[in-house]
């Protein structure tokens, strides 16, 4: 685990929510050359041994809210702990929100037999430049979360939300990339109503 801290949801559908949040070290990005690990805004969590070793019991005992989210890294890095760490917050009532950049099956989660190890909501987050998505998350995912950076065009768009009925999509502008990213996300969005823009309103609020 990397840390748990408590915040108000920035991004996506649930922001301007109060959230405890659990950042689990670790992330795939790199191996599979993905390009979101020249703006990710958590680099010290990317490797597991930035982490540190941690008991469900104790990330559970520092979660302060009724809504959990996990992140990471990528949380599926863990998909065993994780699965342990989803059914303890849900043994104590707690509603859980996981993001992940969809590259890992969550079969482990979903496919375990015990709905205790579902996420209530699961934002899917995929990474340029090749956005691709395991198999076993058609038809779980609640948000689509698009980050307008110079990979993602209406094409690339348009396939996902497609590949993913029932999302909602939320296009947020990469923070590094200024004017060029915000007008990239506003246009997506105006040519798709159904569509939402999702700023990062922590960093703007210097919110962890």
């Not at 019991?57 to 809504?67: C, H, I, K, M, S």
């Not at 348009?158 to 502008?173: D, K």
Request: charged content about 20%.
């Amino acid at each position: 685990m990397a840390e748990v801290f408590d915040s108000i949801q920035g991004e996506g559908f649930w922001a301007g929510v109060p959230m405890s949040f659990v950042r689990l070290a670790g992330c795939n990005a790199a191996e599979l050359g993905l390009a979101c690990v020249r703006w990710c805004d958590t680099p010290l969590s990317r490797a597991e041994q930035d982490g540190r070793k941690t008991s469900v019991e104790e990330v559970v005992a520092g979660v302060t809210l009724p809504r959990v989210c996990i992140t990471g890294g990528e949380p599926l890095c863990q998909a065993v702990v994780l699965a342990s760490l989803i059914r303890e917050l849900h043994r104590v009532g707690a509603k859980v929100h996981l993001e992940t950049n969809g590259t890992i099956d969550p079969g482990p989660l979903l496919d375990s037999g015990d709905p205790r190890t579902e996420p209530d909501w699961v934002v899917l987050s995929p990474k340029p430049p090749y956005f691709a998505i395991a198999s076993g998350w058609h038809g779980a995912v609640d948000e689509l979360k698009l980050v307008a950076d110079e990979f993602l065009d209406n094409e690339q768009a348009e396939r996902l939300s497609v590949s993913n009925p029932g999302a909602i999509v939320c296009v947020q502008p990469e923070w590094g990339g200024g004017r060029a990213a915000l007008d990239r996300a506003i246009a997506l969005v105006m040519s798709h109503p159904v569509w939402r823009l999702s700023a990062q309103v922590h960093r703007l609020l210097g919110l962890p």
